[in-house]
Structures are given as C-alpha cells and as structure tokens.
C-alpha cells in the first residue's frame, strides 16, 4: 500500500470513527444510556452496528429517509475501503459500487475542471459535513425536547403551587376559623 493509498483509507476510517461516536453518544442521549458502559452502544463486539443505530435514529423519527440514505451511501464507501484490497483510491472504490458514483457526484456536484479521483474526495468529504449536521441537528432537537420538557415541568409545579395557594385563600374566605371573634376578618394593612 503507498503513502496515497494509506491517507484514503485512513482519512475514510477516522470519517467512520467520528459518524460512528456521535450517534452512539446521541443515541445514548436519546435512550438515556452512557454509551462507555453500554453493551450496544460502547465498543465491544456485542455493541450494534452502524447501520443499526442509523435504523434506531430513523425509527425514532430523529432523522428522515433522505438522511438516512446519506448515511447508507457514506457505510457503503465505507465498507468498500475497509473490505476490498483494491479500492485503493475513490475512483476505484465506487467502481465497485454501481450507480454510488453518479449518486455521490449528483448530491454534491464538483466543478467540472477538477481530476475525477479529486471530484469524488471532495463530494465524500461534503457528505460527511452533511452527517455531521445531521447528527448536530438531531442533538439540537433533543436539547430543545429537554428545556421544553423543563419549562413544561416548571410552569406545571408553578401552576399548582399557585392553584394551591389560590385555593387555602377562597378557604380562608369562605371558611373561616375563628377562635375569637375578630379572627375571621382579613387584616387590613396600615396605609
């Protein structure tokens, strides 16, 4: 494997390494699990795949069809450089991978003036820009569920906090316990 070589493989992996930490933190988020003690989420063979966690967030209805197929186009580039000796460069890659080419180049069009193998580098790295804000967006929606939540909580313990309060009043009013005479009365504060 040569140097240029080497730099592809490795740049795909850390892409992969990187996608595959935030949605497992994400997820964790989501499911309320710490991913670092997490069979299925953590790093032990047990833990789920890729493709998974991707369906998980899907079905969660953190993340639409489109994103997941971008997700679904980036693990098969993936897997290609990670499982096929001869995807040594992108172009050979997705020659591999029917129809990934056209719809990787279709999704991020590059100038026309620039190599191929450069082409196809560039798209792949607007894809994983793409997932990356896809997985910020789904942590800002899970933000945004967490302070509505809270706010929901606050305002519904302020509401019978005041219920309450509201309620000893009209007791008050309406029932008065007097133990003399002058009790029953609402004070009258000096002007």
Do not use: W
């Not at 989501?30 to 998974?52: A, Q, Y």
């Not at 369906?55 to 993340?63: A, E, G, K, R, V």
């Not at 489109?66 to 995807?87: E, T």
Request: with cysteine; net charge negative.
């Amino acid at each position: 494997m040569n140097d240029e070589e080497a730099r592809v493989r490795t740049k795909v992996l850390n892409y992969a390494l990187t996608l595959e930490s935030m949605s497992s933190i994400y997820l964790g988020l989501l499911l309320d699990i710490n991913p670092s003690n997490s069979k299925t989420l953590g790093n032990t063979g047990s833990s789920l795949s890729m493709n998974d966690k991707i369906n998980i967030l899907t079905d969660m209805n953190s993340m639409n069809a489109d994103d997941a197929k971008r997700f679904q186009l980036f693990m098969k580039i993936r897997n290609q450089f990670m499982h096929n000796r001869d995807a040594t460069s992108f172009e050979k890659c997705l020659a591999f991978l029917n129809g990934t080419k056209k719809n990787l180049l279709k999704l991020y069009p590059q100038k026309e003036d620039i190599a191929e193998e450069k082409k196809i580098e560039l798209a792949f790295d607007n894809l994983l820009k793409d997932l990356i804000n896809v997985l910020l967006a789904i942590l800002n929606v899970y933000q945004e569920k967490i302070k509505a939540e809270v706010e929901r909580d606050f305002f519904k313990r302020k509401f019978e906090e005041y219920r309450r309060e509201l309620g000893e009043l009209v007791d008050y009013i309406v029932y008065p316990k007097p133990t003399n005479d002058n009790d029953h009365l609402i004070p009258i504060l000096p002007s």
